[in-house]
């Protein structure tokens, strides 16, 4: 999978944001039943993915899942995950995805 995707937190998923595109999340994984996973994104909101079977889970780590929203159901479908380390500061990169939604939003130069 190549190229760019929106980058969004948990509350620009839930708002609609990147509807039909294909899309970005970073978070930490926080449980998963075998095929769903259950992400706490960038800024505290749960998110739930469906997953394939052969999905490798590591409780607290923090991971980029690229995925889409599945019309059907509402959840996310995760095609890509890929493990950020233990040091990723999701509260930074949080504050990163808010101002500069709110210069995309609102045309002001809020970063």
Request: net charge negative.
């Amino acid at each position: 999978m190549s190229g760019t995707f929106p980058r969004l937190n948990g509350d620009m998923t839930q708002r609609g944001d990147g509807q039909g595109a294909i899309i970005s999340i970073i978070g930490e994984m926080i449980s998963c039943d075998g095929t769903q996973l259950i992400l706490r994104a960038a800024d505290g909101k749960e998110l739930t993915f469906g997953i394939q079977p052969d999905f490798e889970f590591h409780q607290g780590r923090t991971v980029e899942v690229m995925g889409a929203v599945n019309d059907a159901t509402g959840t996310l479908d995760a095609f890509v995950t890929r493990a950020l380390g233990n040091d990723f500061d999701l509260g930074l990169y949080n504050d990163f995805l808010t101002k500069r939604d709110e210069e995309q939003r609102w045309g002001s130069r809020a970063i």
